[in-house]
């Protein structure tokens, strides 16, 4: 079982559909739980981080982590076309470890 | 701030042949890491540095080498490339040592044939 699994879409939605991208992860030692958005050839970017269960609201996202379920969420409200991105989700332990572990990354393209 | 820089943004190597994949940053971070990005595979950790002098192997090691003589600067090197070297390759540094922002760089895009 891999350590953070993604679905890697492509998933294609109308602008102004609210979206939905999701992790599970199987390492109980997962503390910090990110999502960075990646425009095509380019770097990732930061775009929401967790620590604890429960949500994390920024504008018109939305980070959802259930650590008993090892299930992370984040949900785009109203979205645009230039949210069309890869989105990957990346987790780490606590303490010295400096390894993040990242999703394969979903690929959304909202079409106006 | 230009961020996290890396030179160059393409490069077709032969098999065989050498490079170094330069990555340089303005943010006066300790942390550095290097990652490489197959399609459809997420990212994979080549190598990392905690400061100048200190570095330390990733997942993914074989094939590479890396540097740390200055906190800005932190070049990964491809020793007698490989097709399975073909990939994107990404810089990042983060300000703590938990890293939860990391700073990407734009990437460079190899190809070995």
């Known amino acids: 079982q891999k350590e953070v699994e993604q679905d890697p879409g492509p998933l294609s939605v109308p602008e102004g559909a609210i979206v939905s991208l999701n992790c599970t992860y199987s390492n109980s030692a997962f503390q910090y739980f990110m999502w960075y958005r990646q425009y095509s050839r380019k770097g990732p970017e930061l775009l929401m981080y967790t620590y604890s269960s429960g949500n994390k609201e920024d504008g018109r996202f939305t980070a959802q982590v259930d650590k008993s379920s090892k299930y992370i969420s984040l949900f785009i409200r109203d979205s645009q076309p230039s949210d069309s991105a890869t989105y990957l989700c990346?987790?780490?332990?606590?303490?010295?470890?400096?390894?993040?572990?990242f999703g394969k990354g979903t690929l959304l393209t909202v079409n106006p | 701030n230009a961020g996290v820089t890396q030179t160059p943004k393409f490069r077709i190597l032969k098999i065989g042949q050498s490079m170094t994949l330069q990555c340089t940053q303005d943010?006066?971070?300790?942390?550095m890491y290097w990652y490489r990005q197959d399609p459809g595979m997420g990212l994979k950790l080549i190598y990392y540095s905690v400061g100048a002098g200190i570095t330390d192997k990733g997942e993914v090691p074989n094939g590479y080498n890396v540097s740390r003589s200055t906190t800005e600067d932190f070049p990964l090197r491809l020793e007698l490339a490989a097709p399975s070297q073909t990939s994107v390759y990404f810089c990042a540094s983060t300000p703590t040592p938990a890293g939860n922002e990391a700073f990407f760089g734009q990437g460079t895009r190899l190809t070995v044939v």
């Open positions: 943010m006066n971070h300790n942390y």
């Open positions: 990346a987790m780490k332990s606590g303490g010295s470890n400096y390894k993040l572990t």
